[in-house]
């Protein structure tokens, strides 16, 4: 049977109404699969797009709003990197730095019978400077010494402490010790070298 014009016109009404529907659900269908399936996904992929760039934003805008108080923290930040450059220098300096221990010796009564660097020990950004010092005095002026040294601005452990050897001093009846110890301070290592 061929369809045509004529046999449309034929149908009754209830027919009509439903080849009707189907032609339109051809047309929605082909408008659907050909036309806005595609538009469809775009639209998704672009709402997610908006989304992640909406958050991006939000996180801008609120560094924007919080930036004096960023440029605060690193205002204090370049301060305490100043102190800790101090504490633990990017140069040897350690002639000033053995100098420094045999004035704090005398100082407090010591006599000091060596103050020698050893090789540094390299770790990963930092290096530690061994020095090896041999003293002769009292006991308490040996925690002076010792407490001298700690207050320096440099980062100095005390390690390997070995008294020995007591005496009388002939001169002041006060025990006299040899002490040796080794005194470690630390170097920032910069890149390169």
Known sequence: MAINAETIANLSPARKLILMLVVAGIIVG?????????????????EAEYSTKQAKLNENEAIVRNLPRFKEEVDKLNVRLKTVVRELPNRREIPDLLETISNLGALNGLEVVYVKPRPDVNKVFFAEVPIQIKVK???????????????????????????????EDKDSGALQLDVSTTATTYRYIEKGG
Do not use: C, Q
């Open 30 to 46: 082909a408008y659907w699969y050909g036309f806005y399936r595609s538009k469809a996904r775009i639209l998704e992929t672009m």
């Open 137 to 167: 005095g009292g006991y308490h002026e040996v925690g002076m010494f010792f407490d001298a040294v700690s207050k320096l601005p440099r980062i100095i452990n005390i390690s390997d402490v070995t008294m020995g050897n007591p005496r």
